[in-house]
């Protein structure tokens, strides 16, 4: 697949412990984009934060509720990202989504690389 030049990056912060339909919702997201073959994603699991409720999170050993933060990028055209965001509308109830346009400076695999 290749992009162009132009892209649109994608953030998703969520809690570790959200779940849609009973699965973990970072689960369903990652999913949900590789079936509409989106470019790819990345998932990073934060070691502490806290959103709009301004409760932190952290994965202190003093603390019973973790519920870690995580951080799930896309990037791929603004078509595919747009077509994407009525599937993150239905799905994350709580959390924070972000679009922003980036400069696509290479996107290979293996096989691409000489």
Known sequence: MKL??????????IGEDDTWNGSSLCNEILYKSRKM???????VKGAMGYGANSRIHTSSVLRLSQDL????ELVDTEDKINAFLPFLDEV?????ITMEKVKVIKYSHSKDVK
């Open 69 to 72: 933060p995580i951080v799930i």
């Open 37 to 43: 073959n989106m470019a790819g994603a990345t998932v």
């Open 92 to 96: 994350v109830g709580e959390g924070l």
């Open 4 to 13: 162009p030049l132009d892209g649109v990056l994608l953030r998703i912060f």
